[in-house]
C-alpha cells in the first residue's frame, strides 16, 4: 500500500501530507463532511465556457496498468470511482484548507474527468502528487486534485491518455447494501472513458446520500461496486430514471469523446441513499 492509499475500499490510510503544507489529509468528519455534502449538493455553478480553455478544469485520474500484469477492468473501474469519492470528501478540500480554491472552482466549472495511464517509474512518480490511491483486489487508481485542464502537473502530463482499454471480465454479483454504478455495455467505453464516467456517477450518488448515509458510506471507506448492463437491464435501469426514483442518478455525456452528445453513460444506484 503506498502511503495515503486506500487498501481496499474498506479500509482509508491516514492520508499524505500535502506538498509545502504540512496538511494530513483523510476523510473529513463533521462540519468538514458537512460543507462536502452541500457542495456536492449545490452542483456546478456553470463558470466554465468550453470556448474560453482559460475556464476549463479538470480532475486527472491515473489507472495503473504495469506492463505485462494487466488490472482486471470491473476492480480497476471500482477503485478508479473510489479515489473520486475518497477526494471529494477529504478534510483537504473544505474551506480554509490547501485542495479547497482548486476544488471549489472544479466543481463550480463542469467536473470534467481525464483518465491517463501509468506503470511503473511513472506510477511511482505520480504517487508524489496531491490525490488520492485506492486498490481494489490489487488494482489501483488514483484520483488527483483537480485543476485548470492546460495547467496539469508534468508528472501526469506527460502520461499517455489513449491505450487505456482492458478486456471485459466477468465479475461476481455485487455486494448488498454498496453503491452500484451500472455501465451501458453497448456502448462499449474504453477503460480510461468509462473511469470517467464511474467517477461521475458516483458523484452525483454522493450529491444525493442523506447527510446520516454519507457520513456512514464514508465511514466504511467509501466502498463502490461497478457492473455492466446489457439491454434489458438498461432499460430497467433507465426507466428508473424517468421514474425518477430515490438513490437513482444518470450521468448525461457531453459527447466530447466516444459517445454521441446526450447519451446516458452510466446509471448509479444506492438502495439506502
Known amino acids: 500500500m503506498t502511503d495515503g492509499a486506500a487498501a481496499g475500499p474498506a479500509g482509508v490510510g491516514d492520508g499524505p501530507i500535502s506538498e509545502g503544507t504540512g496538511v494530513i489529509g483523510g476523510p473529513g468528519t463533521g462540519r468538514d463532511l458537512d460543507w462536502c455534502h452541500d457542495r456536492l449538493a449545490a452542483g456546478p455553478s456553470g463558470t466554465e465556457d468550453p470556448e474560453d480553455r482559460k475556464t476549463v478544469r479538470s480532475m486527472p ?17 471500482e ?35 481525464i483518465a491517463r495511464r501509468a506503470r511503473g517509474a511513472q506510477w511511482r512518480a505520480a504517487q508524489d502528487v496531491d ?31 489513449g491505450g487505456t482499454d482492458l478486456e471485459r471480465d466477468h465479475p461476481d454479483p455485487p455486494p448488498a447494501g454498496v453503491p452500484l454504478i451500472w455501465i451501458d455495455e453497448g456502448l462499449d467505453m474504453s477503460v480510461g472513458k468509462a473511469a470517467a464516467q464511474v467517477g461521475h456517477g458516483v458523484m452525483l450518488l454522493m450529491a444525493g ?54 447519451s446516458l453513460t452510466v446509471i448509479a444506484t444506492d438502495v439506502r441513499a
Open 79 to 113: 477503485a478508479a470511482a473510489c479515489a473520486v469519492a475518497l477526494v471529494c470528501v477529504d478534510v483537504r478540500v473544505a474551506p480554509g484548507e490547501p485542495w479547497h480554491e482548486p476544488y471549489s472552482g472544479w466543481l463550480d466549472a463542469r467536473m470534467r474527468k
Open 209 to 262: 446520500m442523506s447527510r446520516k448515509r454519507l457520513g456512514e458510506w464514508v465511514g466504511s471507506g467509501c466502498p463502490v461496486a461497478v457492473r455492466e448492463a446489457g439491454s434489458a437491464r438498461w432499460q430497467e435501469l433507465s426507466a428508473a430514471v424517468v421514474r425518477s426514483e430515490p438513490g437513482v442518478a444518470a450521468v448525461v455525456d457531453a459527447g466530447y469523446t466516444e459517445v454521441a452528445p446526450g
Open 131 to 161: 490525490g488520492v490511491t485506492v486498490e481494489v483486489d490489487g488494482c489501483e487508481a488514483r484520483a488527483f486534485v483537480p485543476g485548470p485542464v492546460d495547467d496539469i502537473d508534468p508528472r501526469l502530463g506527460r502520461l499517455q491518455i
Open 61 to 77: 485520474i491515473v489507472l495503473h496498468l504495469p506492463r505485462g500484469d494487466l488490472p482486471s477492468r470491473t476492480p480497476l473501474l
